[in-house]
């Protein structure tokens, strides 16, 4: 079974920062996104949000529901009150068919804060690992038993950002939580993603597909910027047009068997970076890389 290629709304219109693209209509991100090639989309904060809106608009695209982010507060809340306050969000994934949900801790998170640089970002509470893993599979148990799987996305400026992070998450969770595999945000925190594909490809069942411009990377860490200014300054682009080693990526999740989504992520403002030529390269570069790797 091979990958499909999917894309997120960002290269339209971005959530931590909704001033980006805030004029473009969700018609012409679909229209766009199907035109570039793309078989699916996630969630982003133009779609209607009930199967019964969102499903007819999807099929007159042609398109799949990939799936879509939810805000996690298990380090606050009990499962029973995640269990509750996903229900809307769990419903609309799995009566539209997306198999895994994009699940991240909140928690005391800085990334949508443009005035809060990103190094200030919340520590995981050492003590709560074990505490929070059981927690964590409990939801991901009861969620798995709906038809969708867990997709941890570790994410900049939140309480699991790095590899090591990453390893505590992955070491104290069962197999009822996936790894959602960035390969944008694992570079920006200083990890390699390769070498981290290689350690949990196993855990891997939803991969984001941004990459990250090397030198613009350098000044916003030198300059200790926020996660959003990084954002606007360039940090990220859409895979094969930066400095992340997608073949090597791509060998280990062929080895490994991976038949998911690839989703291109790669927030810029559309205003610099035209919204309809990037997801075009970021398809045809995806598709490449892809095929090369032997997963198309």
């Known amino acids: ?9 960002l290269t339209w219109t971005n959530d ?3 001033t980006l693209g805030a004029e473009t209509p969700l ?61 809307g969000h769990l419903t609309l994934l799995r009566d539209l068919g997306a198999t895994e949900m994009v699940v991240c801790e909140v928690t005391g998170c800085i990334h949508g804060n443009q005035d809060k640089p990103v190094h200030l970002r919340p520590l995981f509470p050492a003590q709560r690992w074990e505490e929070y893993g059981k927690k964590l599979t409990e939801f991901g148990r009861y969620t798995q038993s709906q038809g969708v799987q867990l997709a941890y996305h570790h994410h900049m400026g939140t309480v699991v950002q790095t590899a090591e992070d990453i390893a505590h998450l992955m070491e104290n969770t069962g197999p009822e ?35 990250v411009r090397k030198g613009v990377l350098a000044d916003v860490k030198n300059r200790k910027t926020s996660f959003l200014d990084a954002v606007l300054a360039g940090v990220y682009t859409v895979p094969g047009d930066g400095c992340v080693d997608y073949p090597s990526i791509f060998s280990i999740l062929k080895e490994r068997d991976y038949s998911g989504w690839l989703v291109v992520e790669a927030e810029q403002d559309p205003a610099v970076a035209h919204p309809m030529t990037y997801a075009t390269m970021g398809y045809e570069n995806l598709r490449g890389l892809a095929e090369n790797a032997g997963l198309l």
């Not at 079974?1 to 709304?9: H, K, R, T, W």
């Not at 982003?44 to 805000?71: C, M, Q």
């Open 177 to 211: 939580v996936g790894l959602l595999l960035d390969t944008g945000h694992l570079t920006y925190a200083g990890a390699d993603p390769v070498k981290v594909a290689d350690r949990w490809a196993e855990r891997i069942n939803h991969v984001h597909c941004k990459d």
């Open 27 to 87: 018609e012409t991100c679909l229209t766009e996104g199907r035109q570039a090639g793309f078989e699916g989309f996630e969630l982003g904060n133009k779609f209607p949000r009930t199967p019964a809106e969102l499903g007819p608009i999807l099929e007159g695209h042609d398109l799949k529901l990939v799936s879509g982010w939810y805000s996690c507060e298990l380090l606050t809340r009990s499962v029973e009150e995640e269990i509750e306050a996903v229900q």
């Open 1 to 9: 079974m091979s990958v499909q290629l999917g894309i997120n709304p």
């Open 16 to 18: 931590d920062l909704p």
